[in-house]
């Protein structure tokens, strides 16, 4: 790709419990690309909203701010996590001012799709983000059988690159029904996502879901580390005290964390009741306020990450009124 770092999914090269597991990585070779792989951990939000980045510095005469010029390609996205891209697009440029270092890696990228590989933790389909129709610079869907993938173009970045020898044009009716067969796979468990909003809303005094959630939750953060919408984050000035150089940091934080609502004089979330409550309104109220999207992909990373096993798709089916499966 010239210029252009890219970045995809590999199998991770941990210890043997982790071994079955992937990420997303530096791709410096075609055979380090897994191209059927489940949701990675760690989503792929993290090449636009990094775990942890420098703002800006100052040596206390000057500002310094860092270069966000490196163009790179993400390779290997699932429909879920372009999803998320467009979720964290609205979160990101709210009010007058966006975000200029999100925005700025948003543009230096190029974002190729892949069909998923599902797991027992996805409920995708029941949040509607199965399927993308923008965010996306090229689409790939794998033809059952073949080892050849229907190509949807989403941008002129994705018309140029489908230029490239080796594409050839197929008929409208077989691009539908490769893409309506790879959508076939069923939600071991499935939410009713219709009154979400609303029923949270009137959820907020039901102190029997919340207890009971306070009472098994470790307040570990744990699903809001691996979640493609969460974008909570807390700045920091360091100081270094030999050169009074100062580097102000930005890094990931969660609502779920104690320190998270710690303010001059105490905590205002102090219960890990208050502060699980307040992750699932931000997800199923507030952000359908603020940007008419749900926070949440339904991608089960969360479900996967939690030690307590602690499953949304059960806590909906309890806020909308449904019988818990």
């Known amino acids: 790709m010239g210029d252009y770092q890219v970045y995809g999914p590999t199998e991770n090269e941990g210890p043997v419990e982790t071994s079955n597991e992937y990420k997303f990585d530096r791709i410096y070779s075609l055979d380090q690309i897994a191209l059927r792989h489940p949701p990675t951990m760690i989503p792929p939000k993290k090449y636009f909203f990094p775990e942890k980045e420098e703002m800006l510095e100052s040596d206390g005469s000057d500002f310094r701010e860092p270069e966000l010029g490196d163009r790179f390609v993400i390779f290997g996205v699932h429909a879920c996590d372009?999803?998320?891209?467009l979720i964290l697009d609205k979160m990101f440029s709210k009010g007058p001012y966006s975000d200029y270092y999100y925005q700025r890696r948003r543009e230096n990228s190029i974002v190729i799709?892949?069909?998923?590989?599902?797991?027992?933790?996805?409920?995708?389909?029941?949040?509607?983000?199965?399927?993308?129709?923008s965010?996306?610079?090229?689409?790939?869907?794998?033809?059952?059988?073949?080892?050849?993938?229907?190509?949807?173009?989403?941008?002129?970045?994705?018309?140029?690159?489908?230029?490239?020898?080796?594409?050839?044009?197929?008929?409208?009716?077989?691009?539908?029904e490769v893409i309506e067969?790879?959508?076939?796979?069923?939600e071991e468990i499935s939410v009713e996502t219709r009154n979400l909003s609303e029923s949270t809303l009137q959820s907020f005094e039901n102190e029997e879901i919340w207890e009971e959630l306070g009472e098994r939750c470790l307040g570990c953060g744990n699903c809001t580390m691996v979640c493609p919408c969460c974008n909570c984050f807390d700045v920091k000035d360091i100081t270094n005290i030999r050169n009074h150089n100062v580097s102000r940091l930005r890094t990931w934080t969660a609502c779920t964390l104690f320190e998270f609502a710690e303010v001059s004089g105490g905590n205002f979330r102090e219960s890990i009741k208050s502060r699980y409550r307040n992750w699932f309104f931000d997800k199923f109220r507030i952000f359908p306020r603020e940007i008419e999207e749900f926070g949440c992909v339904g991608c089960g990373r969360c479900i996967k990450a939690c030690p307590v096993d602690i499953d949304p798709r059960l806590i909906i089916q309890k806020v909308v009124g449904e019988k818990v499966e």
């Open 82 to 85: 372009i999803n998320s891209f």
């Open 181 to 186: 067969e790879s959508l076939k796979w069923k």
């Open 113 to 133: 799709g892949i069909d998923c590989e599902p797991t027992e933790y996805c409920f995708c389909k029941s949040m509607g983000e199965e399927r993308v129709e």
């Open 135 to 176: 965010g996306f610079d090229l689409f790939l869907t794998e033809i059952t059988g073949e080892d050849t993938y229907i190509v949807k173009i989403g941008s002129k970045i994705g018309e140029k690159l489908s230029d490239f020898e080796g594409f050839e044009t197929v008929g409208r009716d077989f691009a539908v």
